[in-house]
C-alpha cells in the first residue's frame, strides 16, 4: 500500500547511513523520521485512525496449522542472521574502501564503512522478510488445499440446513453426491449474462432448497450459494430476481 511513497522511502533509506556519521543526534533523527512516517502518513485510500490499524496488523501472522493470528514472525532468528550477514559483508566491503578515503578526513572514512555497512543490512533484511513471507504464504496454500481435499472427501449427503454456500472442489463432491437440476430455464432470467460464466439452478432432493451453481473462472472454479427452501418457479417474478 505505500508504494505511492516508493521515492519518499528510498531516499530516506539513502540517508540513513549518513545521520549515523552525527552520532546519538543522527540516530535520533533517523527514528523520529520512521515514526513520523509511519504515524502520520496516511496509506493511500485509508484515513489516518485507518492506516494505524493496518499497519498494526502487519505485526500479525497466521498459524497455517492452528489457524491463529499470534504477533511476531516465527522466521525472525533467520532474518536476525540475515542482517548480522549483510553487516559482515558491508563491513568487509567497507574496509575495502577505506584506503581509497583515506586522504579524505575522518568523516569520509567512517562513512565509507558506515554506509555499505548499513545499506547491506538492510538489503538482507528486506531479502529475508520477502522470503518469509513467501514460506509462510505457500505453507498456508498447503494447509488450505489439504483441508479443501479433506472437505471434499468427507461432506455429507445433506448440508442444506447448516450450509449457505461452497465453493471449488467441495462444491463439485456436493453437486455430484447430492444435487439435482431443478428444471429450471436459468438463461430466461438472464443469470448467465451477470456472471459470464455456466450458471445452473440446483434443488435439494430432500428439503427442496435452491442453490444457484456458477462457474466463475475458465479453469473451472466454482460456487454454490444457497437460496430459500422455495422453488425456483415461485420467485421466477419476482421484483428483485428470481433468485434473491
Known amino acids: ?27 535520533l533523527l533517523v527514528f523520529g523520521c520512521s515514526w513520523l512516517f509511519r504515524s502520520q502518513v496516511r496509506v ?37 542472521l540475515a542482517v548480522i550477514g549483510g553487516g559482515v559483508i558491508g563491513s568487509l566491503i567497507g574496509a575495502l574502501l577505506m584506503p581509497l ?32 513471507r513467501s514460506r509462510q504464504r505457500r505453507a498456508r496454500l498447503m494447509t488450505r488445499k489439504e483441508f479443501t481435499r479433506k472437505e471434499a472427501a ?3 449427503p445433506c448440508q442444506c440446513w447448516n450450509t449457505t454456500a ?5 462444491a463439485d463432491a ?10 429450471f430455464d436459468v438463461n430466461a432470467a438472464n443469470m448467465t449474462t451477470a456472471f459470464g460464466r455456466r450458471v445452473r439452478l440446483l434443488r435439494c432432493p430432500s428439503l427442496g432448497t435452491i442453490w444457484l ?15 430459500d427452501g422455495g422453488t425456483a418457479e415461485s420467485a421466477g417474478d419476482a421484483e428483485v430476481g428470481f433468485y434473491l
Request: charged share 15%; glycine share 14%.
Open 44 to 80: 493511500p485510500g485509508f484515513s489516518g485512525p485507518d492506516s494505524v490499524v493496518w499497519r498494526a496488523t502487519r505485526q500479525l501472522r497466521l498459524d497455517p496449522g492452528s489457524g491463529v493470528a499470534t504477533a511476531g514472525n516465527p522466521d525472525r532468528g533467520w532474518i536476525a
Open 1 to 27: 500500500a505505500m508504494r505511492r511513497y516508493r521515492w519518499l522511502v528510498i531516499s530516506g533509506f539513502a540517508l540513513v547511513p549518513f545521520a549515523f556519521l552525527l552520532g546519538g543526534p543522527g540516530l
Open 154 to 156: 468427507n461432506i455429507g
Open 166 to 170: 461452497l465453493a471449488d472442489e467441495v
Open 174 to 183: 456436493y453437486t455430484k453426491r447430492h444435487l439435482l437440476d431443478s428444471g
Open 213 to 227: 451453481s456458477a462457474d466463475l473462472t475458465a479453469e473451472g472454479a466454482s460456487l454454490l450459494m444457497r437460496g
Open 101 to 132: 578515503v583515506q586522504g579524505l578526513g575522518d568523516w569520509a572514512v567512517v562513512g565509507a564503512w558506515l554506509g555499505p555497512l548499513v545499506l547491506c543490512a538492510g538489503f538482507a533484511y528486506q531479502a529475508a522478510s520477502r522470503w518469509s
